[in-house]
């Protein structure tokens, strides 16, 4: 069962994705990143306000639990802006793949914090997503974005330590705490810390925040597809046997949908060598899942 909720969190990060990209293209990632996190929190304020009405402010009222939560809520704030500001410069053909590596890093976590063990299967996956992301690398050097001489592709590896270190946080969390709770404070804690980052760049980095920002309808569709990809992420995680590595994974094959708008839609280059690389990385996928399941 955590294996289905996993890929339809993967369902939603691919539109969440495409949505981030129709959203900061020729506007200001620092405003949409904003209005993200407002959102967020607005979709998951009637949990916060159903548990302040019974007398419960988070976490059986433990500032505890409040502190561990403002920890993970900096940490996915630093892979989002990382990965914000990378979308809007790499191709989705690019950012997509590398944003794929991010299971590989959660995998060696997964293994010396949590104790966890993989069979043939999973690991023959986990070396064909090595093989990806190496090829990935290479045609990226191709277009212009390598790792030399692209700050962007920097950006967009940060993004995906930081976010294979969310991950593991999660699993550690959510042995004390409910998802949605976790979810929903978080999503506050966001916001909060995200304001005061804005007002710190508008101070310190006026040309970053200088950009003409410009309304959008995918904006809070952004915040739709995370909080849904979220929800049956965590609850994914807080099933018995699921497994940290291979729930990372397999999220990963949310790179489908921003691929494919990126061909079809974009016309990103390079099609071939990107769909061969994608390949190899639904190929690994597929020994992960199928790895899950015996």
């Keep these: 069962m955590w294996v289905a909720f996993a890929l339809m969190s993967a369902l939603c990060l691919g539109f969440y ?3 981030k990209k129709l959203s900061v293209r020729g506007n200001n990632v620092l405003m949409v990143l904003l209005l993200n996190t ?4 607005l979709l998951m304020s009637p949990v916060i306000v159903s548990g302040v009405a019974d007398g419960n402010f988070g976490f059986g009222n433990d500032l505890t639990g409040h502190l561990l939560i403002m920890v993970k809520a900096a940490i996915v704030l630093t892979s ?23 299971p590989v890093m959660v995998l060696v976590g997964a293994v010396l914090i949590f104790g966890e063990s993989l069979n043939w299967l999973q690991w023959s996956g986990i070396l064909l997503g090595f093989a990806s992301l190496y090829l990935i690398s290479r045609i990226g050097a ?11 592709l920097w950006m967009a590896i940060g993004a995906a330590v930081a976010g294979a270190v969310s991950a593991l946080y999660d699993k550690y969390l959510l042995q004390f705490y409910r998802p949605l709770e976790v979810q929903a404070w978080y999503s506050l804690y966001q916001c909060i810390i995200m304001s005061a980052t804005i007002l710190i760049i508008m101070k310190s980095l006026p040309r970053v925040s200088a950009v003409r920002f410009t309304w959008r309808w995918t904006i809070p569709l952004i915040s739709l597809f995370l909080t849904v990809a979220d929800v049956a992420y965590f609850y994914a995680l807080s099933l018995d046997g699921s497994m940290i590595s291979v729930v990372s994974m397999i999220r990963r094959g949310s790179v489908i949908v921003p691929f494919l708008f990126g061909v079809i839609v974009l016309r990103e280059s390079n099609v071939r060598a990107k769909a061969i690389d994608l390949a190899i990385l639904l190929l690994s996928l597929a020994l992960l899942v199928a790895g899950s399941t015996i």
């Design 17 to 19: 994705d495409v949505m």
């Design 38 to 41: 407002v959102f967020g929190t």
């Design 80 to 102: 989002w802006l990382l990965g914000y500001f990378a979308i809007k410069h790499l191709p989705l053909t690019i950012q997509g793949p590398v944003n794929a590596s991010r």
């Design 142 to 152: 191709g277009e212009g974005f390598s790792l030399k001489h692209s700050r962007w």
